[in-house]
């Protein structure tokens, strides 16, 4: 069930648990009163089922391909991607029919023709999809009927040829309700710490800024906006260390980007509204969420409730299907 949030505890958490040095009041969003529904799945590997035995014979076993390459890891450090059946698929599809209505952001998807027995063309629009050749690709799954542009992809955060591409689109464009959405699979490795660890926690430290920017950008404009997606970090973690004196080489990355700098950069996590749950009691991450919905908090504001839930598994389903690592975590907003 969803966990309804009321204004009073939705300010209390903006205020208090991420403690802005300028009240909400002072930041500017566009105004409106249409329901927001998001949601954000990382579909763990989703290949078309032809493709998977070819993706096979070209693995590389010196570690992850190169984002222009179309080809699995099969090396020691890799655990190779999941095989899946017809079976399988139909499962997540049934999975994806409580998404109804909701925008979704996929990680580790190739592309449109690979999500289409999930989210099928009779109820979605596969829209905007990294242009990478490596399988693991992001997009979104839009409700029939929700206008849409696609933005430009933030190159940026593949840092070095290896990592991924953030993935735009503006939703009712040239509306007032008009909204942009940011989805983004972030460097693995740096799950909780500070920043400044060796190894993979130094290359996610590099694209914190690449997503401040963007953050930024929106602020200034005056652009409702979210961010949402595969962090590769548990940020309720994360945002119990200071940002650091440096914006170009953060101790957090929510701090970083939750700094009032300028005014109005202040984000709401969907995680904070909601318990700490696994996706099935079969999980081995019991730790925290890695994926999260940050969401403006001047825009998120304006409604009166904000509700969040993650999409479990039960034990059977974990046990007879080949699902995912991650499960959906879907957040609404509105004036119920």
């Given at each position: 069930?969803?966990?309804?949030?009321?204004?009073?505890?939705?300010?209390?958490?903006?205020?208090?648990?991420?403690?802005?040095?300028?009240?909400?009041?002072?930041?500017?969003?566009?105004?409106?009163?249409?329901?927001?529904?998001?949601?954000?799945?990382?579909?763990?590997?989703?290949?078309?089922?032809?493709?998977?035995?070819?993706?096979?014979?070209?693995?590389?076993?010196?570690?992850?391909?190169?984002?222009?390459?179309?080809?699995?890891?099969?090396?020691?450090?890799?655990?190779?991607?999941?095989?899946?059946?017809?079976?399988?698929?139909?499962?997540?599809?049934?999975?994806?029919?409580?998404?109804?209505?909701?925008?979704?952001?996929?990680?580790?998807?190739?592309?449109?023709?690979?999500?289409?027995?999930?989210?099928?063309?009779?109820?979605?629009?596969?829209?905007?999809?990294?242009?990478?050749?490596?399988?693991?690709?992001?997009?979104?799954?839009?409700?029939?009927?929700?206008p849409f542009e696609?933005?430009?992809?933030?190159?940026?955060?593949?840092?070095?040829?290896?990592?991924?591409?953030?993935?735009?689109?503006?939703?009712?464009?040239?509306?007032?309700?008009?909204?942009?959405?940011?989805?983004?699979?972030?460097?693995?490795?740096?799950?909780?710490?500070?920043?400044?660890?060796?190894?993979?926690?130094?290359?996610?430290?590099?694209?914190?800024?690449?997503?401040?920017?963007?953050?930024?950008?929106?602020?200034a404009s005056g652009?409702?906006?979210?961010?949402?997606?595969?962090?590769?970090?548990?940020?309720?973690?994360?945002?119990?260390?200071?940002?650091?004196?440096?914006?170009?080489?953060?101790?957090?990355?929510?701090?970083?980007?939750?700094?009032?700098?300028?005014?109005?950069?202040?984000?709401?996590?969907?995680?904070?509204?909601?318990?700490?749950?696994?996706?099935?009691?079969?999980?081995?991450?019991?730790?925290?969420a890695i994926d999260?919905?940050?969401?403006?908090?001047?825009?998120?504001?304006?409604?009166?409730?904000?509700?969040?839930?993650?999409?479990?598994?039960?034990?059977?389903?974990?046990?007879?299907?080949?699902?995912?690592?991650?499960?959906?975590?879907?957040?609404?907003?509105?004036?119920?």
């Amino acid at each position: 069930m969803f966990k309804a949030v009321s204004w009073a505890t939705f300010y209390t958490l903006a205020v208090f648990l991420f403690s802005p040095s300028v009240p909400l009041a002072q930041a500017s969003a566009p105004k409106t009163s249409t329901p927001v529904q998001l949601a954000t799945w990382n579909l763990e590997w989703l290949v078309r089922l032809e493709d998977y035995p070819k993706l096979m014979a070209l693995c590389d076993s010196g570690g992850q391909p190169d984002s222009r390459e179309w080809r699995f890891p099969c090396d020691a450090d890799h655990a190779p991607p999941p095989r899946r059946s017809q079976q399988d698929l139909d499962e997540l599809a049934r999975i994806a029919k409580s998404l109804q209505g909701y925008v979704v952001a996929l990680q580790e998807v190739d592309g449109a023709a690979a999500a289409a027995p999930i989210f099928p063309s009779s109820s979605w629009n596969l829209v905007c999809f990294t242009e990478r050749k490596h399988p693991q690709k992001l997009g979104f799954a839009l409700p029939k009927g929700i206008p849409f542009e696609c933005g430009g992809e933030l190159r940026g955060l593949d840092i070095d040829g290896k990592t991924r591409s953030g993935a735009e689109v503006t939703l009712w464009p040239h509306t007032p309700q008009v909204l942009r959405l940011l989805n983004v699979h972030l460097k693995s490795g740096c799950f909780a710490g500070p920043l400044f660890k060796k190894g993979p926690c130094l290359a996610l430290r590099k694209q914190v800024p690449i997503v401040e920017a963007w953050i930024d950008k929106q602020v200034a404009s005056g652009q409702a906006f979210a961010v949402l997606g595969d962090f590769n970090r548990r940020l309720e973690k994360d945002a119990q260390y200071p940002a650091g004196p440096d914006e170009r080489s953060p101790t957090s990355m929510f701090a970083a980007w939750h700094d009032n700098n300028p005014v109005g950069a202040q984000l709401l996590r969907a995680t904070a509204l909601m318990a700490d749950q696994a996706c099935s009691p079969l999980s081995p991450y019991t730790q925290g969420a890695i994926d999260n919905l940050l969401v403006s908090a001047a825009w998120a504001a304006q409604f009166k409730q904000q509700q969040a839930r993650r999409i479990t598994y039960s034990a059977e389903q974990a046990k007879r299907y080949t699902l995912s690592d991650h499960c959906p975590l879907a957040l609404r907003l509105g004036n119920f």
